[in-house]
């Protein structure tokens, strides 16, 4: 069973808006923190949001004010929005320390989803 499904990524104009959702499986019991991490073609994964089980949010400098990460248990959300072709990239959805119901605890990865910002 994959950990995380991720949905919503797609292409968008320079300005626009998309929301990128992320559901962890049934397996996973509890998560300390979710978050979106994003890689851009030949670059290092990148911290996007993150936000812990108290709603605790952290924001890379990039897209502060823009950006909204929200959860609700072991969903997580992502609305992005003033995009920018700078935006674009591979994003990925993670679940930190996270107990799955077999007693494994672990960081878990989404798939992706590509997310394209044209100018």
């Known amino acids: 069973q994959v950990p995380l499904v991720e949905s919503g990524g797609g292409l968008v104009q320079a300005g626009g808006s998309l929301r990128l959702s992320c559901a962890a499986s049934e397996t996973i019991l509890s998560i300390a923190a979710m978050g979106w991490y994003r890689q851009i073609s030949g670059n290092e994964r990148e911290l996007v949001a993150i936000?812990?089980?108290?709603?605790s949010t952290r924001y890379a400098d990039s897209v502060k004010g823009r950006f909204t990460i929200s959860r609700t248990e072991n969903t997580v959300a992502l609305q992005m929005n003033s995009l920018k072709p700078e935006d674009t990239a591979v994003y990925y959805c993670?679940?930190?320390?996270?107990?799955?119901?077999?007693?494994?605890?672990?960081?878990?990865w989404g798939q992706g989803t590509q997310v394209t910002v044209s100018s």
């Open positions: 993670a679940a930190l320390r996270s107990r799955t119901k077999y007693g494994e605890v672990g960081d878990y």
């Open positions: 936000i812990n089980s108290g709603g």
